[in-house]
């Protein structure tokens, strides 16, 4: 009972500034050009899932992400992985990784295009390079953090190198890869909307620019809200897969 | 020392090879360019000037657009710490525009602001508001009881517990959420720069492609790098240790 | 007594003097074509002064953001395009168009399509699975090539449009990052010249041989506030583009000194818009599905 009062105070606030602003734009107090109402905004993300708008943009976007995602989540574990076990690996690699690692994504668009072209490998690889970094931060942290208890046990056990990767390094090492990796999804998404307006290409990130230089508001609101519920989803998704995955552990990290 | 040379070999291995490779007429020079023409276009540019003025335009909006979020999210992240039942009523609606993208509002700032630094801080305050404003909450629930207690007797008014109780109190936390706004201010202000507005660094490595100088479009990169890099080593020093790459801010 | 005599004099002189001697000032966005010619005679020869404009020009660097700097008021003045005008009426944003710019005529085409030397792209059928470099998505040159390509039944999903600003247009055909291009002059030229590309159709042509081809945009309050200025704007161009006409030579070489290059064809110019030019963009973009809802273009012209 508790619970559902207060949750009905936070659907309240929420639904009092949605009217607020409704009414705000009905009666001109503020310029339907750059603040629609809610209601024209759900109208046309409405119309988008009626007529079928939403998904073809939506769909490159996603897949934009995911492959750019996973390809940084491989060369993010596999680094991490040698830099963890190699101190030789380590000294080779660190400070070019360091001098990398601000770059900011976007910067390295303009040469990815001289690469790659205006095409989907182009962004993909864009995404892949700004996303990798949390996941290898994590990867790194989790191979390295060990217990001395751990590789005692191994070694009593007698496993060879590749069995004590196997069943001792790697599940110690997955939650913080996993939190590595929830980041950088985020951080794709981002990629994502932003290779797609730089460069051209199909998805959402497109869609709400084009939706600007028409001057649709509400069509650049409906795409707004679009990747905040696809931010949204995806955060909760990769949550959800942590927990099916770390089960033995308990709690989340 | 061994350290040193080995961290230096990788680059200076690519940088030879480059360097050969498009003397050589392996590598296509409008695409690769070489490395001695990139320094020397890096040269040019600090020279002239041009680079420095880029970088300040594009450091400005990062700032301006950090001081923007740090006072608003170091503020309500204070009453949302101080007040749960305000907490409960508001913060579902604050959390519910935390996963758009920043990048996303980019052309409905553009339509508010028109070109120029209002537009890029706009984005980059809504980037970097996250971080400080959760690290704020947490920071602000963790402050000993007492201390408020005595706010309470001593009847200080919102902004003097603000400034005498509360600040004092939160603020080794909130520096880490200070810390990772500021990394991710510099990388939204270039995004924007590369994707529509007309200023900085983002802009002039856009300008340097558009027009076929691909050296100057390196030298660019590579300076943004040294930044980037030369910030992250004042940071370190300055505030110690980096909590992961986005801290604790982002992964709670 | 004689001191409030004195301020309130003084007040009354201070208070004269803007009005008597002070002109209306604009900000003017232009991009970098050869479109704007004769907005640089006018400032360079002094039509503006001459017809009471304080004009300050500025170079804004893709077309599409010329209109949202003219909505935010860092500009009073801005180019942009029949499309354009349409897209931001439908949108509730207050521009109207104050002078017309440059048309295209069919006579003496300045845009075109042209593909890759070594493709074999003879009718526009040959088009189907290409990848075409715009100079930006929505704008008018790129909607005209989709009423073209729409008129000989090839539907947009049939073709691959994408972003490359003119500059570029012939290193990401010799590349082949791309396969044809919509290009303008002095791009075209060079690129024809040098046997990067051939020409597949001068559509516009095609779609309307007296086009309207930029304009010159506005906020309506701020026109509706400085009847005078728009006054003096369309003045000073009108008498621009007459010099133009007789010095072309001299104007060549202002326009290069504006732009940073020289266009060997100039398009022609004038100050007019007709209702008619904008009820064919209008036509063309309900046909396009660009707008849903009909628009009244004759709230969209200066009067």
Known sequence: MKRLARLSGAVLFAAALLVLWQLLADRQFISQAFFPSPSRTLAELWRQLVQGDLWRPLEATAYRMFYGWALASLAGVVLGAAIGFSRAARDYLEPLLEFMRPLPASAVIPAAILFFGLSNAMTVAVIAFGAVWPVLLGSLHGFVSIEPQLADVSAALRLSRLQSFVKIAVPNALPDILAGARVSLAIALILAVVTEMQASQTGLGQNILLAQRSFRSPELYAGVVTLGVMGFAINHGIVLLERRLLRWRGAPA | MKRILRGALLPALGFFLWETGSRAGLLPIDTFSRPSDIAQALAGGLVDGTILLATWQTVQAALSGFAVAAAAGILVGAILGLSPPIERTVGPSIEALRPIPAVALMPLTLLFFGFGLRMEAGVVAFACIWPILLVTVAAVRGIEPRLLEVAQTLRLGFAARLRKIILPAALGRIVVGLRVAVSISLIVAVTVEIVMNPYGLGYGMIIAQQSLKPDLMYAQLLWLGLLGWGLNALLTRALGGWHGAFGPGVQP | ?303
């Open chain 3, 1 to 303: 007594m004689n001191r409030i005599v004195l301020a309130a004099s003084l007040i009354a002189a201070l208070a004269a003097f803007p009005a008597s001697a002070q002109q209306p000032k604009a900000n003017i966005g232009y991009i970098g074509a050869a479109d704007f010619t004769p907005l640089f005679v006018a400032k360079d020869k002094g039509f503006f002064d001459k017809h009471g404009l304080d004009a300050t020009l500025t170079r804004i660097q893709i077309a599409p953001n010329v209109a949202p700097a003219i909505i935010s008021g860092d500009l009073q003045i801005g180019m942009g395009t029949g499309p354009n005008l349409l897209h931001a009426a439908e949108g509730g944003l207050p521009l109207v168009a104050i002078a017309g710019a440059s048309r295209m005529k069919k006579s003496n085409p300045i845009a075109g399509l042209l593909g890759r030397s070594g493709l074999s792209i003879k009718t526009p059928a040959d088009l189907r699975g290409k990848k075409i470099g715009s100079p930006g998505l929505n704008t008018m040159l790129t909607e005209m090539l989709e009423k073209w390509l729409h008129d000989n039944k090839i539907t947009r999903d049939q073709v691959t449009l994408v972003e490359v600003v003119f500059p570029q247009q012939r290193d990401m055909l010799k590349s082949g990052n791309i396969d044809a291009v919509i290009t303008i002059e002095p791009f075209r030229s060079r690129m024809l010249s040098d046997g990067t590309a051939f020409t597949i159709a001068d559509y516009v042509g095609e779609v309307n041989p007296d086009l309207l081809a930029v304009l010159w945009l506005s906020r309506n309050d701020w026109a509706a506030a400085n009847p005078k200025a728009v006054q003096a704007f369309r003045a000073a161009y009108a008498e621009a583009i007459e010099w133009c006409a007789k010095n072309a030579d001299e104007s060549k070489k202002i326009l290069a000194k504006y732009i940073g290059f020289a266009s060997p064809v100039l398009p022609d110019y004038g100050v007019e818009v007709k209702l008619s030019d904008l009820e064919f963009f209008e036509r063309v973009q309900r046909e396009l599905g660009k707008l849903r809802a009909p628009v009244d273009v004759s709230k969209l012209v200066w009067k």
